[in-house]
Nanobody
Framework: QVRMVESGGGLVQAGGSLRLSCAASGRTFRSASMAWFRQAPGKEREFVAAINWSDGSTYYADSVKGRFTISRDNTKNTVYLQMNSLKPEDTAVYYC?????????????????WGQGTQVTVSS
């Protein structure tokens, strides 16, 4: 099955930037779309951004539009999340996910495989 490994999390000040990476691998890997979700303590996991693997089309949560950018590198089977103008409310564990359909779904139930998560902390 598919294995997902996130990296790039850390501690930054408000207004700063981070870039997260998610490398996907596995003999059964055949991604149609990939996405980023995040989860803060005491809150449900929420959608951040998704990208169509074939044509690169994207979809963002309203809370991150204009600040975050999702992209992919087909040669590396890797998806990125560039996060700019970070706010304290962006603090969460960020997860990468794979969907077999090209639906760019904001619902976590649409995704088949998940990474272990990477912590992002934004100080005020």
């Amino acid at each position: 099955q598919v294995r997902m490994v996130e990296s790039g999390g850390g501690l930054v000040q408000a207004g700063g930037s981070l870039r997260l990476s998610c490398a996907a691998s596995g003999r059964t890997f055949r991604s149609a779309s990939m996405a980023w979700f995040r989860q803060a303590p005491g809150k449900e996991r929420e959608f951040v951004a998704a990208i169509n693997w074939s044509d690169g089309s994207t979809y963002y949560a309203d809370s991150v539009k204009g600040r975050f950018t999702i992209s992919r590198d087909n040669t590396k089977n890797t998806v990125y999340l560039q996060m700019n103008s970070l706010k304290p409310e962006d603090t969460a564990v960020y997860y990468c996910a794979v969907d077999s359909w090209e639906r760019l779904s904001p619902h976590r139930t649409a995704y088949d495989y998940w990474g272990q998560g990477t912590q992002v902390t934004v100080s005020s």
